[in-house]
């Protein structure tokens, strides 16, 4: 137990004496500025010292170096201000020269100036300088070069390069130049990059490249030159992916009296050659009508017209098909134009012939039948002498002693194949309709069935001496 509290003690006396010491280091506040630290054997590196007194009473500090007179000399300027007082809170700027007195080699050296306050502060400040050679050409450039950049790359995006150069000796590499060469058009560039001596430097640029370059592997090479000299290359491998979008499809159509041509214009976006289906929906009844090299079939549910195209990157080819409405069209005005025709010359009056069996025989045969002329003008205007015209077969006779209907005949005459018989009507108005009825008395009995002829009627339109004539059907009667 007597162990561990001895420990503690120990521990706690160590942080104080740190923590005093952190709080001492405070009293002052020293900060070296470089004015001129790149120079050559015969000139002096120059930097600036500046000191704050952050104590609450008077402080004298001296500047030296303990390098001085061991190679260099190191002093500030002037001489004077080897000791610097200050007040509290004051703050000072003291010039430090340092000059090389042997012949050294091109490089980077350190020299170290100590600042000590006569409170016991003492501060060890770096003075870092670049000592270059008296002819720089003589040395031979020396860089080292790393390339940052996707080895896949996917040619419709834009590419990000970067370069991380560093200058590897004291040269001053002003006029250098980074070129890319390469087998791909959009990467042959041609950069200019300024090195200071041992400095580094980050060049990042951008490529667009050819969304249409061959998928394969290339290499790029960076060749970095110093006038005509080649100081270093670096080589770089990278893929160009394939790609296999959808073509891409521009339908565009005309229209020529009741005929559409359609064009589809077809372009591989992608950089491979391959074949695909393209297809365009087209209804049923359209289909009917179009002729093409397409092949008419379902495509997603959808009734759709499809060819097969190969095309290679950046490839375009049209597709043409017709869709001819024009035999439709003549079909149509043709059926037309013979409706138009036959109203126009369509009989104005309709006749319909009936008859029915006013008696039978006992033994089923036909004794005597009644028969019915429907006249109606079917027109708005009125037509005049009107004649109606029928034929009884030589089987049967009118029956003159009945009611012969509305209309009684105005003649009655027999001939050697039967009978006709007329009636007359002076004017028949539009759309009238008048029905004549009359009676047949067969001269045997009819087993089997009667054919009863045509009626006929003859009429005059109104303003006009040519006369037409109007047909009624031919009516059978029995079995």
Do not use: C
């Not at 365009?280 to 549910?301: H, K, M, N, Y």
């Not at 036909?366 to 006249?375: A, F, M, N």
């Not at 009945?402 to 209309?407: V, Y």
């Amino acid at each position: 137990m007597k162990s561990l509290s001895s420990r503690r003690i120990l521990f706690l006396a160590l942080f104080f004496s740190v923590l005093l010491a952190s709080l001492a280091a405070a009293n002052s506040q020293i900060v070296v500025v470089p004015l001129d630290n790149e120079i050559k054997p015969t000139e002096a590196a120059s930097f600036r010292i500046e000191i704050k007194n952050l104590e609450s009473q008077q402080q004298r500090y001296s500047i030296y170096s303990l390098q001085s007179g061991q190679g260099w000399n190191v002093d500030p300027s002037p001489l004077s201000d080897k000791i610097v007082e200050l007040d509290a809170g004051e703050k000072r700027s003291v010039l430090i020269n340092a000059q090389p007195l042997e012949d050294f080699p091109p490089g980077i050296y350190n020299i170290f100036v100590t600042v000590e306050s006569d409170l016991g502060e003492r501060y060890d400040q770096k003075l870092k300088i670049y000592l270059a050679p008296e002819q720089p050409l003589d040395y031979r450039p020396t860089i080292r070069a790393t390339v940052d950049m996707p080895e896949k790359i996917d040619p419709r995006e834009t590419v990000s390069i970067k370069l991380f150069v560093e200058n590897r000796n004291p040269l001053n590499l002003r006029d250098l130049r980074v070129i890319i060469e390469s087998e791909i058009l959009e990467f042959s560039k041609e950069i200019a990059i300024d090195l200071p001596p041992l400095g580094q430097k980050t060049v990042e640029f951008s490529v667009e490249p050819n969304p249409f370059q061959q998928p394969k592997e290339y290499t790029l090479f960076f060749v970095f030159k110093r006038d005509e000299e080649t100081v270093n290359v670096v080589q770089q491998k990278i893929e160009i992916l394939p790609l296999v979008p959808g073509f891409s499809l521009d339908v565009s159509e005309e229209k020529k009296f009741f005929k559409i041509f359609t064009t589809l214009k077809i372009t591989n976006t992608g950089n491979v050659r391959n074949t695909q289906e393209v297809s365009i929906p087209i209804s049923a009844w359209r289909a009917l009508f179009t002729t093409g090299d397409g092949e008419v079939r379902p495509i997603d549910e959808k009734r759709s017209l499809v060819w097969a195209v190969t095309l290679g990157p950046n490839e375009t080819t049209t597709v043409q098909f017709v869709t001819n409405y024009r035999m439709l069209f003549y079909i149509l005005a043709i059926l037309m134009f013979f409706g138009v025709f036959s109203w126009a010359v369509r009989s104005p009056i309709v006749v319909t012939k009936r008859a029915v069996t006013a008696k039978s025989a006992e033994d089923g045969g036909l004794s005597e039948i009644k028969i019915s002329l429907d006249v109606r003008n079917r027109t708005s205007k009125p037509l005049r002498d009107v004649v109606i015209i029928d034929h009884v077969p030589a089987i049967a006779n009118v029956q003159k002693s009945l009611e012969l209907g509305t209309l009684k005949p105005v003649s009655v005459t027999p001939l050697k194949q039967g009978t006709k018989v007329i009636w007359s009507l002076a004017e028949l108005d539009g759309q009238e309709h008048r029905i004549i009825t009359y009676k047949l008395k067969a001269k045997l009995q009819i087993l089997g069935s009667l054919q009863l002829p045509r009626a006929t009627v003859e009429y005059k339109k109104k303003g006009r001496k040519r006369a037409g004539k109007a047909y009624s059907n031919v009516f059978r009667l029995g079995a």
